[in-house]
């Protein structure tokens, strides 16, 4: 099939106000095992020995650079977060330290180091992906889209077998590279689960990407399981890869968090257009259950015929 098809709001940026706010990060940050850091990174000490390339891209509180390494010419990617940023940025930078930490998979972005500055910013060298996110990619084939299913599945299971949820899965947070592997990426609102999650702070992330249950957790006995939210937001990220757009929004429908609320709680969830096979279809369907006790874990996911099956 030909896919020349128009992305529309190839970025959706919803963020809601963390009701979390009040709690304050711990500081100074606590600095990397220095050596160890070092080493990984080439001999990456200080900012000094990256030469800043080009801007790859702006987030919450910072920006991302291609950079290369002075002495051994190696490609990274510098995420530099600003230390004059807010306090929900300062805590989404410790969460992204913590897991960056405990994380290593060939499915999760490889952190090389995190080097805390004395202006109070925050650089993490990250693995260079060079072929961008999954927003920057041509709208890919059916078979294209199950070799990259099962690689987000791969990387959310290794995150949920280490207790890890990311909370914030959608297009912009899959990078790619140029052998088409794919990896997650940005962990500001991710978390390591304890016990249960505290309902408020259940409450981060992209709003457009989360699952009826974290906007409304009353409706569905007082649940809130992240690690089924993640599916959740994996099922509408493959339909918007898709079709081509945010599956809730028609075209030239302004997007504003409490009607899209409204949508992913009361309205049916998307499912996709003729020309999906049967396969592809249900799997999409065990992913956008609305009651998150039916929708399928990450592992069942990984033996559903969309993604075992070689479609070559
Ligand atoms: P947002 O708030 O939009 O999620 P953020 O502050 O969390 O942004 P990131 O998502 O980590 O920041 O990065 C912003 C952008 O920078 C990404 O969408 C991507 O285009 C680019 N980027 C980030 N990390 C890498 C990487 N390792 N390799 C290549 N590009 C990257
Ligand atoms: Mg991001």
């Not at 801007?55 to 510098?78: D, E, F, N, P």
């Not at 257009?273 to 592809?280: K, L, Q, V």
């Amino acid at each position: 099939m030909a896919v020349v098809r128009q992305r529309r709001h190839p970025d959706l940026k919803l963020p809601l106000p963390d009701a979390a706010s009040d709690r304050r990060p711990r500081f100074p940050l606590p600095l990397p095992p220095a050596a160890a850091a070092a080493a990984a990174a080439g001999g990456t000490a200080t900012l000094a020995d990256l030469e800043k390339l080009q801007v790859l891209g702006h987030g919450s509180g910072g920006t991302v650079y291609k950079v290369r390494h002075r002495r051994t010419s190696a490609i990274y990617a510098l995420k530099l977060i600003h230390g004059d940023c807010d306090p929900t940025v300062r805590r989404q930078v410790l969460r992204e330290m913590d897991i960056l930490r405990r994380t290593d998979s060939p499915f999760v972005v490889k952190c090389h180091a995190i080097l805390p500055q004395a202006s109070g910013d925050t650089a993490f060298v990250l693995e260079f992906m060079d072929a961008g996110t999954l927003t920057s990619i041509p709208i890919p084939s059916e078979s294209a889209l199950s070799r990259i299913t099962r690689q987000v599945l791969h990387g959310l299971s290794y995150l949920h077998s280490h207790k890890i949820v990311h909370r914030d899965i959608k297009p912009s947070n899959l990078l790619v590279n140029s052998r088409m592997e794919v990896k997650i990426a940005d962990f500001g609102v991710s978390k390591v689960m304890c016990r249960t999650l505290d309902p408020c702070d259940s409450y981060v992330g992209t709003c457009a990407y989360m699952s009826p249950e974290r906007f409304d957790p009353d409706r569905y006995g007082g649940r809130y399981d992240g690690y089924a939210g993640d599916v959740w937001s994996l099922g509408l990220t493959l339909v918007e890869l898709w079709v081509g757009h945010f599956p809730y929004l028609v075209d030239g429908e302004r997007p504003d968090w409490a009607s899209l609320m409204c949508k992913i709680c009361f309205g049916d969830p998307p499912s996709l257009p003729d020309g999906a096979s049967d396969d592809f279809r249900d799997f999409v369907g065990c992913c956008l259950q609305k009651d998150s006790k039916n929708r399928w874990t990450v592992d069942q996911l990984l033996a559903h015929p969309f993604v075992s099956r070689d479609r070559r």
